[in-house]
């Protein structure tokens, strides 16, 4: 996958002395002197506008108010500002006042330099006919209640989460360097169903776990059109029925699970809180963290009330308090949470659309997206279902749970035992040993996560592949092995007049018994291999 530029953009508190004025600054932009910072000054009007979103869309809970102004001093909005007079229907209401929100809050976050940053930005990755990736940081406690998924640069123009020309996620700087991440073929998912929430109904644990794991299982494409819509990825998943810490430390060690997916009741507290088990207790989130970090799980999904909510100690929101920024804060690479309730039938859609994506090997943030879309259709604009999931990733991650594959290798048949067996054969050592070829494709490169590591200095981190395409579907034997490269020093095969071919940017059809080198002539001497039937 071609890595999309990134703009990240943070938000931070000037001081106790102003409360009301912030700094709104770039850190990282995909073009020299991005850099800009501005002073933004937060207004009673934005104050009035989020507490008519949280009256009108969270009636139950205790409203969140910046210490900016007290809520006692905000005057009541005026609907008249939000919706005609002439339109008094509730849904055109609510549409509006989502919309209002949404423009104001883009208004305050992109004025004048960091618009303009943004873009520029934009206008680079449309150039280069890639996605834009925007990661939002609020390092103020405060502000993270705000559903700044919905901001939007004009009425008319998509909210930045659903931007089918942005990938949206929230970010934090505060976290160690990224180690390089295991790529895998599929998906393997651990499903944990906890204690109930308080108050809801009491459902059948077993028959909860089987649906969701249903949902999770269900990769055909449905609602969108996915470029490897022909060739999704398989999806493993197993259940764990309010386990003990025990029993989730052994299952989650047992297996190389990348995505760990948990539904249940959760209790608020500083270091992200408590992840309730049973009913005899569970993991706070920096024990969970470490766990999930030591298996290197690479997405962390919740379906609760509070995983991406900061906790609030004396009517003050604690930082970096929510589970969401704890498990960021350790080194989980992505963690989806809920911003704030949401019904199971509104999280068992986002989650099907959301592991369908995947499956078609999108990127998590890509996945999101398309998943809120879904989100959107099904429940409509002037409901908040589609606001509600919250995106972290790590500001070094590159949003790949699995091995993306090009539109060209979906040929590759799906029963990988019919496919000609190949491998490679290093002969440059004296016990020659073989690399297979495992299901028509070999990733060859220096960096860890490829399928044959070399490390020589002009080879490439991720330099080429080695991928099996077949013209037919139902005779797949007669297909051809290519050697494709997308390295900077070029690979070299040896033809048959013994002289060195390179192979720069392009794909060589490759026989049995080739021999091959990376990067350079003077590098490790490889040999091709296909195991013909006798």
């Known amino acids: 996958m071609d890595e999309h530029p990134s703009l990240n953009i943070a938000v931070a508190r000037l001081g106790t002395d102003t409360p009301d004025n912030y700094a709104v600054w770039v850190l990282k932009a995909p073009y020299p002197g991005g850099s800009v910072i501005e002073n933004c000054h937060w207004t009673i009007e934005l104050s009035q506008v989020w507490l008519g979103w949280q009256a009108l869309f969270?009636?139950?809970?205790?409203?969140?108010?910046?210490?900016?102004?007290?809520?006692?001093?905000?005057?009541?909005?005026?609907?008249?500002?939000?919706?005609?007079?002439?339109?008094?229907?509730?849904?055109?209401?609510s549409a509006n006042l989502?919309?209002?929100?949404?423009?104001?809050?883009?208004?305050?976050?992109?004025?004048?330099?960091?618009?303009?940053?943004?873009a520029q930005s934009q206008g680079m990755a449309i150039g280069q006919g890639k996605l834009l990736r925007l990661r939002l940081e609020v390092r103020d406690p405060d502000l993270i209640p705000l559903p700044w998924e919905i901001i939007q640069p004009q009425p008319g123009k998509p909210a930045i989460s659903i931007d089918r020309q942005v990938l949206f996620?929230?970010?934090?700087s505060d976290v160690d360097s990224l180690p390089p991440q295991r790529l895998d073929r599929a998906i393997k998912i651990l499903l944990v169903l906890g204690k109930n929430i308080p108050g809801s109904p009491q459902l059948d644990l077993q028959q909860e776990a089987a649906t969701?794991?249903?949902?999770?299982?269900?990769?055909?494409?449905?609602?969108?059109?996915?470029?490897?819509?022909?060739?999704?990825?398989?999806?493993q998943v197993d259940t764990l029925v309010q386990p003990t810490p025990a029993e989730l430390i052994a299952a989650v060690e047992s297996q190389q699970y990348n995505l760990f997916f948990y539904a249940g009741h959760g209790m608020p507290a500083a270091e992200g809180g408590l992840v309730m088990l049973n009913?005899?207790?569970?993991?706070?989130?920096?024990?969970?963290?470490?766990?999930l970090v030591r298996c290197r799980v690479k997405l962390a999904v919740f379906n609760s009330c509070w995983g991406a909510q900061p906790y609030q100690h004396q009517q003050r929101a604690v930082p970096r308090s929510s589970?969401?920024?704890?498990?960021l804060h350790y080194g989980v690479p992505a963690v989806l949470a809920m911003r704030d309730t949401i019904a199971d039938r509104e999280a068992l859609s986002f989650i099907q659309t959301f592991t369908q994506a995947l499956a078609q090997r999108l990127s998590i943030d890509e996945a999101a997206a398309i998943a809120r879309q879904q989100l959107l259709i099904l429940y409509k604009f002037n409901q908040p279902a589609w606001t509600l999931p919250i995106l972290y990733m790590h500001p070094e991650f590159n949003g790949e749970l699995i091995r993306p594959l090009e539109a060209a290798i979906t040929e590759i048949p799906s029963v990988p035992q019919l496919i000609p067996a190949a491998f490679m054969r290093s002969l440059s050592f004296h016990t020659h040993p073989d690399f297979p070829i495992g299901h028509g494709l070999m990733r060859v490169g220096r960096s860890s996560d490829n399928d044959l590591i070399i490390h020589e200095p002009w080879v490439s981190q991720r330099h080429a592949e080695i991928i099996y395409r077949s013209t037919s579907m139902t005779d797949v034997m007669n297909g051809i092995y290519y050697l494709r490269d997308s390295s900077r020093f070029g690979s070299y095969v040896l033809d048959r007049d013994n002289k060195w071919h390179k192979i720069h940017g392009g794909e060589f059809p490759l026989q049995s018994g080739m021999q091959l080198k990376f990067g350079s002539e003077e590098g490790q001497l490889l040999e091709f291999r296909v195991d013909l039937p006798i």
């Open 279 to 291: 009913n005899l207790g569970g993991m706070n989130g920096t024990e969970l963290a470490q766990l």
């Open 212 to 235: 969701i794991a249903q949902a999770l299982q269900n990769t055909m494409p449905s609602g969108f059109n996915p470029p490897n819509r022909l060739n999704p990825a398989g999806c």
């Open 98 to 118: 989502m919309q209002h929100l949404g423009l104001s809050l883009w208004k305050w976050l992109l004025c004048r330099q960091t618009g303009n940053a943004f």
């Open 169 to 172: 996620s929230r970010t934090n």
């Open 323 to 327: 589970l969401a920024e704890v498990l």
């Open 58 to 93: 969270s009636p139950g809970s205790r409203p969140y108010c910046l210490p900016c102004h007290q809520e006692s001093s905000i005057p009541e909005l005026d609907l008249a500002a939000v919706a005609p007079v002439d339109a008094p229907q509730p849904q055109i209401y």
